[in-house]
């Protein structure tokens, strides 16, 4: 992962191990930390290399003995960055965000 500041904005940029499967290098670096040590124990926790195979000699530079094995993901905490969300218990009455009108012609 990769922090890139520009002004007030923090830009993470993230980086796909499996594109099949959603599969990002901190959630392989995370399964390995939590004793993940084969192919197979990555494919059996995340799925990584199930489906058409070509993360499957990327995912493995990241088990032991790998040559990005014992790097450390960095852990990031995103802070509140709007003060009143959609979703925020604080808001006292519910406002519908959008307006949708169905008309059937």
Same mark, same amino acid.
């Given at each position: 992962? @990769?922090?890139? +500041?520009? !002004? /007030?904005?923090?830009?993470? $940029?993230?980086? +796909?191990?499996?594109?099949?499967?959603?599969?990002?290098?901190? #959630?392989?670096?995370?399964?390995? *930390?939590?004793?993940?040590? =084969?192919? %197979?124990?990555?494919?059996?926790?995340?799925? $990584? /290399?199930?489906?058409? !195979?070509?993360?499957?000699? =990327?995912?493995?530079?990241?088990?032991? !003995? !790998? @040559?990005?094995? %014992? #790097?450390?993901?960095?852990?990031?905490? *995103? %802070?509140?960055? $709007? *003060?009143? *969300? /959609?979703?925020?218990?604080?808001?006292?009455?519910?406002?519908?965000?959008?307006? $949708?009108?169905?008309? @059937?012609?």
């Amino acid at each position: 992962m @990769r922090l890139i +500041f520009i !002004g /007030a904005w923090i830009i993470i $940029v993230l980086m +796909f191990i499996c594109i099949c499967n959603a599969i990002t290098e901190r #959630q392989v670096q995370a399964a390995v *930390a939590d004793g993940a040590s =084969t192919m %197979g124990d990555l494919q059996g926790q995340l799925g $990584v /290399a199930t489906c058409c !195979g070509c993360c499957a000699d =990327t995912a493995q530079e990241y088990l032991p !003995g !790998g @040559r990005y094995a %014992g #790097q450390a993901s960095v852990a990031q905490e *995103a %802070g509140t960055l $709007v *003060a009143n *969300a /959609a979703n925020d218990p604080m808001v006292s009455a519910p406002v519908a965000m959008v307006a $949708v009108a169905v008309r @059937r012609a």
